[in-house]
């Protein structure tokens, strides 16, 4: 009895000590954990009660789960829970980390696997080709998922097409028709229902044009129609609408009941599994038949370091364990353990333990067109370049095509050249570079960053002191006016506005008694000029948000008006309200007279994707695709979906990132045709696209007189041209 004390006396030491090189407080194992978007925070649940029993561990929330794994390798955290996609999404990392555990919640080695099903009629009589059993024959797909495998992504999907199908490569397609094009050269028909493509209208003009693909649907040939989904393909293959299709063994066991004798389910002796060689087996009593994919299951990641400390902690997750209201099955919720994890002996690293499931990795490592394609972003960063280059992992695992590029360029005025050039396809640009980048580089949007609420839009406001007794607009006349920055889309905005009423001599000259307008020292204007419209700036004496230190100016007394947005406005209110002080009360929106309702002098939405005007149609539909697809898989569409990576959400704790954290969705210029704010007033976009803005510049040609009434001229912006390749 003595020696068994001892011996659970070491064994409860090596585990406390193996638990003590953990990253944490007091060597506390870290675990990293996404929420969910929905209204259950497991987190907020289960986190407390890790602290409140002295589990050794720790919770840190991350953004995302390639988040959690950036973590985990830079050794910040210590370990998590992943899927085998996030593993191919970051093999070009070089992760030093390790797999110690798969979460299954059945006895079996993969999670799911896929097979193809086919009707007995269209085999021949001898086993033979893919080729020459399924040429000309109908397919029942279950469509492309923006998850996992219900229905089947795009890249897997891809490849078990690339298994049968010959590739197409028509370099006057694109990449996503191409794909298309060769599926319904080589199947006589087809119901492939959904969403081809997330742009619904582009959707509906490869479905007119391939309605091969749509002919053995039921109806409509959507997410609607019966043959839509894993059930819908095995529905339209036992109603003989087609004579193949893949889909989940679960799926095809349930549905024609093979692990049971009950007469109910529809009888399986008219078809067999296909396999990847031609030959085919029987549905009934073959309980391993030939699969074409296997799917590994999630996994347990931990930093090389604390593998096998993070190992000793879950064995104590035993089955009885897991739900037992105390800190191990509070561990359990956190990492959605239905089972206790089954450890993996001895941790692999991550490929490595992928190798295993048949067809895998190969679906992530298929080559492609040649010469190969892609789009490349321009980014104004490192930062955001390295963003960009984890979402084109990420887009890439998912079949996001082309594949995404990244390059990085200082500033935006970097990005436009680069466009210029043909340096690179796209740029995200926030409304201040938009007059620049149509005018003068001859860009346009190809898409916007959009959100329903007005309060987070681009807007331009001007702001007042309640004390000030300006009640309109005409009463701005003879007052002092701060700008966020000269030429920039505040001052587009106001320029644009007053010139309904006012000629730009008459604005520049007369209608303001003193312009800050910061930025205008970086244009080729007199030292003279420059500090006169600079000298009434707010000054804090070091690095201050520009649409802020506008409002400062205010606030202090500088000038009488500030032309920013709603959106600076209510952060800095939030902030003296945090901070328990009051001078913003005093600070209230000037109403237009044409615009009571909204309040703003001009609104745009939040950023845009910009590209070369003169791209041909193809490659602005494979801009869209791709950047709707990311849209699609990383945006706000699944509220309770942990994702991989977030397009709109925090980088490496920063905030706007490429693209701004309050973006709802990327939309095309015909999806904002049909949304509810389209009949909003002073719409910034349309009248820069329409060459109806008016924007009044300033030029070095005026009196050396110290007061702005000294003659100003307009002159238009420098027209910039650049010689383009190929």
Known sequence: MESLKLLILCSFVKFVLLQGVGSGSNGNLRLCIVEGRGAYKRGAKFCPVLDAE?????????????DCLRRISKGTVDFGAFSPEDLIAAQWADLDVLVTHELRHRQRDYERTVVAVVNRKILPDHPWSLDAVLRNTTLCHPGNGINDLRPLSDTLSGYLESLVVTRSCDPQLSL????IKAVANFFGKACKAGYWVPDFIRDAELKEKYPSLCAACESSCSLKDRYWGASGALSCLLDGAGDVMWGELDDVIAYFGLNTNSSMYPSSDNFA??????????LKDNPNPCVWLNRPWPVIIAKRKTAAAVAAALSTLS?????????????????????????????AAPLDHLAAAAGFREAYSQSGCRPPRHVTLCTTSLLARNKCEWLSEAGAVYGAAPALQCAARRGAAGCLQALARRDADVAVLPADYMLRAVREFDLSPVLYEVTPIVEKMNTVVAYVKKSANINKMADLRGRRAAFPRYDGFAWQSVMDYLSKKHNCDDILNNYFSEICAPGIEKYNLSETIVNRFTKSCYQNGGEVDEEKAALMSVVDGHSDVAFISMKTFNLFKAEQISSGESIIDDIVPLCPDDNVKYCYLSWANIGHIYAPKNISDMRRHEIKNVFTKLDQLFGKHQPFHNPMFSIFGPFNHQLDVIFHNNTKSLASEELLEMHP??????????????????????TDQMNSA????????????TLVVFVLGK
Do not use: H
């Open 319 to 347: 089955s009885g364990a897991l739900f037992d209201g105390r800190w191990r099955g509070a561990l359990a919720a956190l990492l959605e353990a239905r089972e206790a994890p089954a450890p993996r002996r001895p941790p």
């Open 273 to 282: 599994y296909l396999c990847r060689d031609g030959t085919w087996q029987p």
């Open 176 to 179: 996503t028709e191409n794909r």
């Open 54 to 66: 002295n589990s050794g561990m720790e919770c840190v929330l991350g953004t995302d789960r390639l």
């Open 706 to 717: 110290p007061k702005l009434t000294s003659s100003l001229f307009l002159i238009v912006p």
């Open 677 to 698: 704010y389209v009949t909003m007033p002073f719409n910034f976009e349309r009248r820069i696209l329409n060459n109806t803005l008016n924007n009044c510049q300033i």
